[in-house]
């Protein structure tokens, strides 16, 4: 599959005052007043638009379902996890000594990663197609010249580096030979920095999963529940979730895939909204296919007393 960069053309325009209004340079700063009121209101009503469920300290789930400002947008499983507490970790079968790829529910049970989901796209044969790393080590596959989004995790110097981040390959360097970060996979750049959409409006519709780097460093991941366009996302993103800084497109298809370990909604007294979302993060709604990659979270080691907290966007 073959998607080529979008454009965004964006156009200003300056409006000339009459004798009697103030000088510009007043009129620049009221301005910039009114857009930056707009600006918190918008992101304070849609951020207040999720309800998340903690599943553990720096993990929170929700179900986003943007219709009102995305009509062609069904609803969107999320996950919330901050890199600082939550390790990422690539997967390759072969590497891990497996004669055949294995579904996600096969692939949590093995690796008892507390959230797993699938680590880009790749062919029939299971071959994965662009630059996958683990533990600094490249999978076999080469980078694919046409995808500019890198997942990456584990920096090597944590010191100056987030745990966790997005790289556009058009812009950030990265380098196979000696790489930053050791954990690494390549797909689709869905939308940048600048708020471009990186992929064409084709009119095809399929499942996705995403994954979006936020604006306070935490890792977002996205499946959508119905079939959806990529550019169409791509576009919601951007204009309906303000938090997200910058997000790839990881896979579509049938073999879009987001799973949540059953063990981590084990509570006593479950609240109405954990019993009616287990199941969409179970992936029990529908049939799994064989993954050859996958990417899995973790908890890091930290104190005891921590306590679980939803995000804030």
Not at 66 to 76: A, F, G, M, Q
Not at 80 to 92: G, I
Not at 164 to 178: C, G, M, Q, S, Y
Request: aromatic share 8%.
């Amino acid at each position: 599959m073959t998607l080529r960069l979008s454009n965004l053309s964006l156009t200003t325009g300056h409006a000339a005052g009459d004798r009697n209004s103030p000088p510009s340079s007043v009129l620049g700063t009221l301005m910039s007043i009114v857009l930056c009121m707009g600006s918190v209101t918008f992101t304070e009503s849609h951020a207040q638009q999720l309800s998340w469920e903690s599943l553990g300290d720096g993990l929170a789930v929700s179900v986003w379902q943007p219709r009102e400002r995305c009509p062609d947008i069904d609803s969107l499983l999320v996950v919330d996890a901050d890199p600082e507490r939550y390790r990422f970790s690539v997967h390759h079968y072969a590497q891990e000594g497996f004669a055949y790829p294995p579904t996600i529910g096969e692939w949590q049970k093995r690796t008892n990663h507390e959230v797993v989901f699938n680590a880009g796209l790749f062919r029939e044969n299971f071959a994965y197609l662009g630059l996958l790393l683990k533990d600094g080590r490249s999978l076999g596959s080469r980078r694919h010249p046409a995808w500019h989004g890198l997942f990456v995790a584990e920096p090597a110097d944590r010191a100056t580096r987030p745990n966790a981040r997005i790289i556009d390959l058009t812009i950030d360097p990265f380098h196979e030979e000696a790489p930053s970060y050791r954990e690494a996979a390549q797909s689709l750049m869905l939308l940048d920095r600048t708020g471009t959409i990186r992929v064409r409006q084709t009119g095809k519709l399929a499942y996705q999963t995403l994954v979006a780097e936020s604006r306070n460093g935490h890792i977002l991941v996205f499946k959508s529940v119905g079939l959806v366009s990529l550019h169409g996302i791509g576009q919601c993103l951007r204009d309906a979730f303000p938090s997200i800084r910058v997000a790839m497109a990881m896979d579509g298809g049938s073999s879009s895939d987001l799973l949540v370990s059953d063990a981590l909604w084990a509570q006593e007294t479950p609240s109405p909204q954990q019993t009616s979302w287990k199941d969409l993060f179970a992936g029990t709604s529908h049939p799994h296919i064989p993954l050859p990659a996958v990417i899995g979270l973790s908890p890091r080691e930290r104190p005891a007393s921590s306590s679980g907290q939803g995000p804030k966007h």
